[in-house]
Nanobody
Framework: QVRLAESGGGAVQPGGSLKLSCTVS????????MGWLRQAPGQEREIVAQ????????YYADSVKGRFTISRETGTDTLYLQMSRLKPGDTAVYYC???????????????????RGRGTQVTVSS
């Protein structure tokens, strides 16, 4: 069983930055594939960013390319999402997601990850 816990959400003005963190616990095996999802009110959950195993460049949703950066800390498996130049449209609950399987080329759909955290709220408003 993998447990994921997000932190770092909050309220920020448009143009601001936030860095989300996701800590991993509960399993002797490191997650293979990890990513960030988000869900805005009244909308479906969507994938924001995903790290591929094997060195391939990360996947980013078109709406966040050039503004968000996903990274993972070797050893602790802590997952990060650096978010810059935030827009009101980025307002959502952000979820950390993981699967024990690796993803060399495959981009997971939101409901394909085996594990997901409880989420952290990000609100972008003036």
């Amino acid at each position: 069983q993998v447990r994921l816990a997000e932190s770092g959400g909050g309220a920020v003005q448009p143009g601001g930055s936030l860095k989300l963190s996701c800590t991993v616990s509960g399993s002797a095996a490191s997650p293979g594939c990890m990513g960030w999802l988000r869900q805005a009110p009244g909308q479906e959950r969507e994938i924001v960013a995903q790290l591929y195993n094997g060195g391939r460049s990360p996947y980013y949703a078109d709406s966040v390319k050039g503004r968000f950066t996903i990274s993972r800390e070797t050893g602790t498996d802590t997952l990060y999402l650096q978010m810059s130049r935030l827009k009101p449209g980025d307002t959502a609950v952000y979820y950390c997601a993981a699967d024990l399987n690796t993803c060399l080329r495959r981009t997971y759909r939101p409901n394909e990850y085996t594990y997901r955290g409880r989420g952290t709220q990000v609100t972008v408003s003036s």
